[in-house]
């Protein structure tokens, strides 16, 4: 019972990588794209950690914190590149 609710919170997870994807593409803005890039991170380091609790590989999890971290660093310097124009 409870692997074919992960399953299916995986199934959920995918479906909501189409939006993201969605305003990635066809964002008006570039602060629209920077936030859907940013989410969509998001539902992939959730679905890494789903993945690995289903798998039981710890080798996900570290994975999964990686990309957070990369995701994380990266939209904290295009937010500051679009704010100020410079990188320092």
Known sequence: MNSML?????IFMVIAIIPCLYRIIKGPTIP???VALDAM???IVVMLG?????????F???VALVL??????GA????????EGVIL
């Open 50 to 58: 789903i993945y690995s609790f289903v798998k039981g590989s710890v």
């Open 68 to 73: 957070a971290i990369i995701s994380f660093v």
């Open 41 to 43: 991170t998001t539902v």
């Open 76 to 83: 904290v310097t295009i937010s500051k590149y679009l704010d």
């Open 6 to 10: 992960l399953e299916y919170s995986l």
């Open 60 to 62: 996900f999890m570290d």
């Open 32 to 34: 629209d794209r920077v």
